[in-house]
């Protein structure tokens, strides 16, 4: 191998973190530490991004290790996911059935009335871009009277609803596929197996739950942009709360442990026949990660779609060749591979000089 230790190392390296944690209390005494709850709370998407890259839903760590990485998306990830590796595997769920979500935010880009209606719910889709300069002074005062006032406007016993699923109604008119339990396949643990292509598409969804959110963002929107031939209509988006189901341990009965706020989306895309000359109909993307990321889930069903052509017909674009996909969305393997160039590589540099002194050595001399 091409490195070498440094001598003094472990001083410098001690050092280095020393400055780090500096960096981190730089308002000096009179500042006061991110408080955990508060990261969790009021950096919302941040912390929703954290718990989905990290592949662990807990939303207490994620915090954490937003808190120690200094809001370093990458290695925030990193270290949740590392503290993971360490905790040993009790049980796995049953398949879960979103449909039973309590939904915060639910809405289709394919009609206008759906089974329960639209629901906005909380995003920044119909707000201006503009600053806000009155939140650069706002005291707590002034932030708690907000939260007061918007929770005295709700009602009473106000509860979070589920709602039936549009592509259901599809379903029933024919245009979609029927559902066929038979063929479900055992799903691919990405954490235990490592990927052999070709892979089953659900070593592929379980890839893209827990990829970086820009990777999959690029990569979707370079078939969007013509480098593919998706271009899906959003079915239904959905963002709230799953909750989580495991046998009783003496009576087996399937019973509530909790729940994982999670995200959503289905697109429908151009339709298709099969082979057996069948009624032709609309095709499937699907997107699903923890926490509140709807750019993340809609960027993967776009590349679910496109993948799942590329198995069938070849890849004809980077967006539909599940090799080049799947091993370039993971942010926290990009980021290490990019991250080790820091790392000594004395000898082989000297090595590349050598050469390059020889070559030029060589070519002096035919020249004379």
Known sequence: ????????????????????????????ESGQPLDIETIEKQLYFLHSRIVSEGGLYHPKLAALAIKQSLGDTLEASFALRAY??????????????????????????????????????????????????????????QFQAIAKSLFAGLPEHAALDSFPKVLDSLRAEGLLPKVNQATREQPFDITREPLVFPVPRSAALATMARGETGSLLAIAYSNMRGYGDVHPTVAELRVGYLPVMLPHPLTGELTEVGEVLMTECEVVA????????????????????????????????????????????????????????????????SMGFASHYKMPHYVTFQSDMDRLRTTQQKQEANHE
């Open 84 to 141: 993971r590796s360490t905790k040993p595997r009790l049980l796995e769920t049953p398949v879960h059935d979103t449909t039973n979500m309590r939904l915060i935010r639910r809405i289709s880009a394919s009609f206008k009335d759906i089974p329960g209606g639209q629901m906005l719910g909380p995003t920044t889709d119909y707000a201006l871009r503009l600053l806000r300069m009155d939140l650069l002074n706002e005291s707590p005062e």
């Open 1 to 28: 191998m091409g490195y070498v230790a440094i001598k003094g190392g472990g001083r410098a390296i001690d050092g280095a973190a020393d400055m780090l944690e500096l960096l981190r209390t730089r308002q000096g």
């Open 270 to 333: 151009m339709y298709q026949g099969d082979d057996n000359n069948a009624v032709p109909t609309f095709t499937l993307g699907y997107g699903a990660c923890f926490g509140h990321n709807e750019v993340k889930a809609i960027s993967m069903a776009i590349l679910d779609r496109a993948l799942q052509k590329g198995m069938q017909d070849g890849a004809e674009n980077p967006s539909e060749d599940p090799e080049f996909v799947l091993l370039h969305v993971d942010g926290i393997d």
